[in-house]
C-alpha cells in the first residue's frame, strides 16, 4: 500500500490559510480565479493552506459548511457574507488579518502573505 503522507526531514506547520469564497454565478468570484492560482503556485512549498469554499449550490454550500467547521474556521468565516474574497486567516489564532478582492493585484497580495510569513 502506498502511503500519502511520507515524513518530512522538517517538521510541517501551517501558519496562514487563504480562504477563497467562491461561487460560479458569481463575477466577483470567476474575477478571482487568476489571482488565486496564481498565488497557489507562487507559495507552492511553503506554509500556506490554499482552501476553497464553495457556495455555488446547496451540496457545496453544505460540504463547505462542513470543512470550515472541520478546521475551525467556521466563525470567523461566518463574518464575511459575500462570495468573491480571499480571506487572510492566522492557522493559529483563525483570524482574519486581510480580505482581498479582484480590485488588488497579485503583487499586492503576494507582498502581503510574504511579510505575513517571515
Known sequence: MLSLFTPTK???????FVIRL???????????NTLYNNLKNRFDGEEVLFITLDFTNNT???QSQ???????VFD?????AETGQLLLMTARGKNVVKTFTKEQNFQEVETFISHRLK
Open 66 to 72: 462542513l470543512l470550515a467547521m472541520a478546521i475551525g
Open 10 to 16: 522538517k517538521q510541517i506547520g501551517t501558519q496562514l
Open 22 to 32: 467562491h461561487a460560479d454565478w458569481c463575477d466577483d468570484s470567476k474575477g478571482l
Open 76 to 80: 470567523s468565516v461566518a463574518n464575511y
Open 60 to 62: 457545496t454550500k453544505h
